[in-house]
C-alpha cells in the first residue's frame, strides 16, 4: 500500500501515518502536561503516606516520586514546611531517632486523611486526575492537530489551503493571547 503525502507548514513532506502518533502525543500529555501539583498536592500526599507508615521526609520525597512514575518529585522546599505545617495543626507528630526525624499521624490527621481517602491520590497521573487548565489546553491542541490530519488525508487541495488559513488565524489569536499578559 502507497503512502499519501502532504507537505507541512514548512512544506517538508510527511506521511499521513505520521499523524498516528498524535494518539502517543495524547498519551503522554494526559500523563505529564499538567503535573504541576496544585495547591494542597503536598499536604494531602504527605497525609496519604502517613496513613501507611511513619517516614521522615526524605522517605516521603521518594515515595511520591515512586508513586508518580517519577513524573513528580516535590523539593525538601516544599515537603518540609508542609510538614512543619501539619506539625502546628496537630495533625502530624515528629520523633528524633538515630539522627532523623520521623513523622507519623496522630488521631487528628488520620481522620482528615480516612475523609479524603476516597479522592484519587495526589500523584495520580493521567486520567486518574483532572487535567486541569494545562492539560485542557493541550488536549484541545490535539483534538485540532487530529481535525487537520484528517482533512489533510481527506480532503481536496482548495479545503487543504481554507483549514491551513484557519490554523493560522487560530495561531495568531493564541499569540495575542499573550501579548495581553
Known amino acids: 500500500m502507497r503512502e499519501s503525502w502532504f507537505k ?26 499538567d503535573m504541576r501539583m496544585k495547591r494542597g498536592d503536598v499536604r494531602a500526599a504527605i497525609l496519604r503516606l502517613l496513613t501507611e507508615s511513619s517516614m521522615h521526609g526524605y522517605q516521603i520525597i521518594h515515595e511520591i516520586s515512586t508513586r508518580s512514575g517519577g513524573v ?4 525538601p522546599g516544599s515537603v518540609y514546611p508542609a510538614l512543619q505545617l501539619l506539625a502546628d495543626e496537630g495533625l502530624v507528630a515528629s520523633k ?7 513523622y507519623s499521624l496522630t488521631d487528628a490527621g488520620r481522620a482528615v486523611a480516612e ?5 484519587p491520590a495526589p500523584w495520580a497521573t493521567g486520567s486518574d ?27 481536496k487541495e482548495d479545503k487543504i489551503l481554507e483549514a491551513t488559513s484557519v490554523l493560522d488565524e487560530a495561531a ?6 499573550l501579548a495581553q499578559d
Open 115 to 119: 475523609a479524603d481517602a476516597a479522592k
Open 8 to 33: 507541512n507548514s514548512d512544506g517538508a513532506r510527511m506521511g499521513a501515518s505520521a499523524w498516528e502518533t498524535l494518539d502517543d502525543l495524547r498519551k503522554q500529555f494526559t500523563r505529564n502536561v
Open 72 to 75: 513528580w518529585k516535590p523539593s
Open 129 to 155: 486526575r483532572e487535567p486541569g487548565p494545562r492539560g485542557a489546553l493541550a488536549m484541545a491542541g490535539l483534538t485540532v492537530a487530529r481535525a487537520a490530519a484528517d482533512v489533510a488525508r481527506k480532503a
Open 96 to 102: 528524633e531517632s538515630a539522627g532523623k526525624r520521623t
Open 172 to 177: 495568531k489569536k493564541l499569540r495575542a493571547l
